[in-house]
């Protein structure tokens, strides 16, 4: 029997494979480097930075040709790492302390991803690897260290996977991704996302136990890995991967169908983007009607200033030309302003220490106060709904006030575009994330002053129930199927259809396929998720009567617990 280990499941699908195990250690060719003096040490190191920029230049262009967007502008994020002056900086003071211009890039770049590891934000500890995995690249390129050779299919497993290992290696190599760590923002999840990758993360210690090249079968829905086993599980999960790929195929056939129920309620779904690459992928690959979250903050991250309204114009401007190709121009792109805050440091927005930046100065409450990042973002927004249907939407908003604020800045902006004689669409719709109990509270009375709403569950949840999502000793707790989370939502939804105004839901709630059933009973338009997600719910949707819906919506309202409520409709599939 193999022995099985336990993680969460991110991305799913059965995977087969053997492991290769990330995170190749230097210390062996650390030892053996013979180094000479500093000042030639500085001298290598200085070259070594130089051409680890142009390879990875390279890389960036050979992603581009192929249009996989997302993995070049992740390399292009560690390009500007190579290329800061301060670590250049840093690594010849690591010279004057080892001698050893291998050991100084690892020190010095080390040094700076423990920085990293001290924020709150999980998006930027994640970006801790990315500051190793650079160090790393900068060493092995001194050490003369090729990459491994690489046969058949793997699965690649790591405490911390370097994204550079997932980036480089072809779609066609690699059969499945585990990651020690628990991050769902990790660099490397997201490309494995971007590939639809069967994927496994926070299986902690669990690690420990794989080899390098052990035969490993991986399920990225339940999360369970099965490490070396028999030749009767191999049979087993190999008719599992047959249905999988006959599942696939089925989903496939409905990309072009809509998300209607056959009694004629129809359903929008579209997706959670973060780049212009991910809007073309969704619309093509998997269905998606339009983008209902771009995340703008990955515009703004890696810069040293703030983003130019040119470079964010062209940005959204490719995503709602995405959204609209392949719908006529119906398909809307709903672009999220910048959501940052203390606990996602940038160097032109100066937060100081916060003891709770999720409730800190952040997100909206930013962008009120920083013209300077407002008004370029909100005008190459509206500059891009020339081009098909944009929206703008505001995160954290809490209050009235706050919204008006907010649109008291677009119509300046408008009036800034108008007498500069510049093109943009006067028709954005403009509304905002329902995302904090105040918000869906006060419900009934934003949805007078919106163009429309959208739920982001995986907040709300968290405010709502007082429950970190990211803790591990109470995540049992952390359930949209509450109730006081479902009676917030429906509030919301029934307060936005009151006004005649649409809501959707751009949280992770929005890509389970029971909750589809209960939102659409609510009167939800729309569903926005990871594109992959989209087959699963429109498939659900599609084998349901509105009618039934209504009916289990009811049941489930007079439910006092979320655990109960989960598992009843779990038990309806």
């Known amino acids: ?25 230097l210390d062996s060719y650390l030892v053996a480097y013979k180094p000479s003096s500093k000042k030639t040490e500085k001298k290598k190191a200085a070259e070594a930075l130089i051409a680890v920029a142009e390879n990875l230049k390279k890389s960036i262009d050979e992603f581009l040709a192929k249009d996989l967007k997302e993995q070049a502008g992740i390399l292009d ?7 800061d002056p301060a670590m250049s900086g840093a690594i010849d003071e690591q010279i004057d302390i080892s001698g050893s211009a291998p050991k100084a890039v ?19 500890r994640g970006r801790a690897v990315d500051m190793r995995d650079v160090g790393k690249r900068i060493a092995k390129h001194l050490l003369g260290i090729k990459e491994p050779e690489i046969a058949g299919k793997v699965i690649v497993a790591g ?75 191999r049979d087993s999960y190999a008719e599992k991967i047959k249905k999988q790929e006959e599942l696939k195929a089925y989903y496939a056939q409905l990309k072009d169908k809509p998300a209607i129920t056959t009694d004629g309620k129809e359903v929008e779904l579209v997706a959670n983007i973060g780049s212009p690459a991910d809007a073309k992928a969704a619309v093509e690959d998997y269905g998606a009607t339009g983008v209902g979250l771009f995340r703008s903050e990955f515009v703004f991250m890696g810069k040293t200033d703030v983003p ?19 719908t006529h121009g119906e398909g809307l792109c709903v672009i999220r302003t910048m959501d940052i805050g203390g606990d996602k440091p940038l160097p032109y927005i100066q937060v100081g220490k916060e003891e709770n930046p999720f409730l ?20 190459a927004i509206l500059r891009a709904g020339v081009y098909g249907k944009a929206a703008i939407m505001f995160p954290m908003v809490i209050n009235v006030d706050e919204f008006l604020a907010a649109k008291q800045f677009v119509e300046d902006a408008k009036a800034e575009l108008t007498q500069e004689g510049v093109k943009f669409s ?10 904090t109990p105040a918000a869906a509270v006060m419900a009934p009375i934003l949805a007078k002053y919106v163009d429309f709403f959208s739920i982001g569950t995986n907040d709300l949840v968290q405010y709502t129930l007082a429950v970190d999502r990211g803790n591990a000793q109470i995540s049992y707790l952390y359930n949209h199927f509450n109730p006081a989370v479902l009676r917030l939502i429906k509030r919301t939804i029934e307060s936005a259809n009151k006004e005649g105004k649409w809501a959707g839901m ?58 109960k409520i989960k598992d009843y409709l779990a038990s309806l599939e």
Do not use: W
């Open 77 to 83: 994020a560690h390009r500007m790492m190579v290329e």
């Open 159 to 233: 405490k911390d996977i370097e994204p550079s290992v997932i980036a480089g290696l072809p779609t066609d190599k690699i059969a499945g991704v585990i990651l020690g760590v628990g991050s769902t923002t990790a660099h490397a999840v997201i490309i494995a996302k971007t590939r639809a990758i069967p994927t496994v993360v926070g299986v902690g210690d669990g690690i420990q136990h794989i080899a390098d090249g052990d035969p490993v079968i991986l399920d990225g829905s339940t999360g369970e890995i099965l490490i070396r086993p028999s030749e009767k599980e």
């Open 106 to 124: 690892i020190d010095a770049y080390e040094s700076q991803a423990q920085i990293f590891e001290t924020m709150d934000d999980e998006y930027f």
């Open 360 to 379: 800190g100065y952040r997100a909206i409450r930013i962008s009120l106060r920083r013209k300077d990042l407002f008004m370029p973002q909100l005008r």
């Open 308 to 326: 130019k309204e040119e470079d964010q114009f062209k940005q959204y401007k490719a995503a709602v030309e995405h959204c609209a190709a392949v």
């Open 506 to 563: 751009c949280g992770e709630m929005a890509s389970d396929p029971n909750a589809a059933i209960i939102l659409m009973a609510m009167g939800i338009k729309e569903l926005s998720m990871s594109a992959p997600s989209i087959p699963r719910v429109k498939e659900r949707i599609r084998n349901i009567t509105l009618a039934r819906a209504k009916e289990i919506l009811a049941e489930v309202m007079e439910m006092e617990d979320g655990d």
């Open 426 to 435: 006067d028709t954005v719709q403009v509304g905002i994330m329902v995302e």
């Open 1 to 25: 029997m193999a022995k099985k280990i336990k993680g969460k499941g991110v991305i799913s699908g059965i995977a087969i494979g053997n492991i290769l195990l990330a995170g190749q250690n």
